[in-house]
């Protein structure tokens, strides 16, 4: 069974940093996109970052360059997003998602499998 479990998420002052981790089981990581997306109140999932599955490439919407990364380890079957220096608007429940579908393209409607996510606040 396909599992992806999030973790790390919680209140922070802003210019903080925070990581979170996605474990996955049932399934290798690696062999596939991973992609990070958040969901604010009152506005529509949004795409964050991604992962390739081949070069491990690694991708970012704007407002979040420079600021958050994303790297694997094949080992552990974990991704992770390294947030730094957050600000209040990247408050959001942040998810995980795989896809296991054949393509690369990593955007909301083109991911298979998500994590139940995990809460990241921004406040002072």
């Known amino acids: 069974q396909v599992q992806l479990v999030e973790s790390g998420g919680g209140l922070v002052q802003p210019g903080g940093s925070l990581r979170l981790s996605c474990a996955a089981s049932?399934?290798?990581?690696?062999?596939?996109?991973i992609g990070w997306f958040r969901h604010a109140p009152g506005k529509e999932r949004e795409w964050v970052s991604c992962?390739?599955?081949?070069?491990?490439?690694?991708y970012y919407v704007d407002s979040v360059k420079g600021r958050f990364t994303i790297s694997r380890d094949n080992a552990k079957n974990t991704v992770y997003l390294q947030m730094n220096s957050l600000k209040p608007e990247d408050t959001a429940v942040y998810y995980c998602?795989?896809?296991?579908?054949?393509?690369?393209?990593?955007?909301?409607?083109?991911?298979?499998?998500w994590g139940q996510g995990t809460l990241v606040t921004v406040s002072s």
């Open positions: 998602a795989a896809r296991t579908r054949y393509g690369t393209s990593c955007y909301v409607y083109g991911m298979d499998h």
């Open positions: 049932g399934f290798t990581l690696d062999y596939y996109v």
């Open positions: 992962i390739s599955k081949s070069d491990s490439s690694t």
